[in-house]
């Protein structure tokens, strides 16, 4: 079994409120917190797909660090430019899951979205993504490696069944199954088809320094100290 490209379509996820913190016009957020696996369905671009297990994965914006400006924060992933009621100015990972922190702007939009943020009537939190890389494992779950964090919108409710999708279609998602994924070698497998002219990929040659075990076949004992007398 080989690898798979797809065309992909943007997804929407929408995730259990975590803690949001309001100082002035910056809201700090928990975009989704890591080790979730949840059952979901592209229905809305696929309506006799099925339903399937999906986990994002840590790491998975690690290339959007420092581009959270780029990120754009909406209602209820409602379209167009004035639906959008702040931006990005900080995307952080931690042990937990992806936070992010958003800049509301001063608009009418911006306005009513922060005074409903601060009264706690908007505990959702819906993240919209364009998934490039996934691994599907030997259970069956769809692991999210790496995507495009589009956007990002406050929502009147929490986590929703069957997760919608935006039929937005953008570029070539790639899935691996991890049967595929490279395995750790013996170094001293490494070593014998070393020695046998066998060629290794890169990722097995480590320099010598970088290990602790001593090249196969050197059995020399410690040099004995000089005797004085």
């Known amino acids: 079994m080989s690898a798979t490209a797809e065309t992909t379509a943007s997804v929407l996820r929408t995730f259990d409120g975590g803690p949001v913190e309001v100082e002035g016009r910056m809201v700090d957020v928990r975009l989704f917190e890591f080790g979730q696996v949840k059952r979901v369905s592209d229905w809305m671009t696929d309506p006799d797909a099925d339903p399937y297990d999906e986990e994002w994965m840590p790491g998975v914006f690690d290339h959007q660090l420092n581009a959270a400006h780029r990120v754009h924060a909406n209602y209820e992933h409602m379209q167009g430019p004035a639906s959008i009621v702040g931006h990005g100015t900080k995307l ?32 959702g939190v819906s993240v919209e993504a364009i998934p490039v890389r996934n691994v599907k494992t030997r259970a069956g779950v769809l692991q999210r ?10 929502g009147r409710v929490g986590a929703l069944p069957g997760n919608a999708v935006l039929a937005v279609r953008t570029e070539q998602e790639f899935t691996i199954d991890e049967e595929l994924l490279p395995v ?13 002219g066998i060629a290794m990929p890169q990722r097995y040659l480590a320099h010598p320094d970088e290990t602790d075990t001593p090249p196969e076949g050197d059995t020399s004992e410690p040099e004995a100290p000089a005797d004085d007398n």
């Open 184 to 196: 750790d070698m013996d170094p001293t497998v490494v070593a014998r088809c070393l020695r046998l």
């Open 145 to 154: 490696t790496k995507a495009h964090l589009v956007g990002m919108a406050f």
């Open 92 to 123: 952080r990972s931690e042990q937990d899951g992806y936070y992010a922190t958003f800049k509301i702007h001063e608009t009418p939009q911006g306005d009513a979205t922060l005074a409903l943020v601060k009264d706690g009537a908007l505990p």
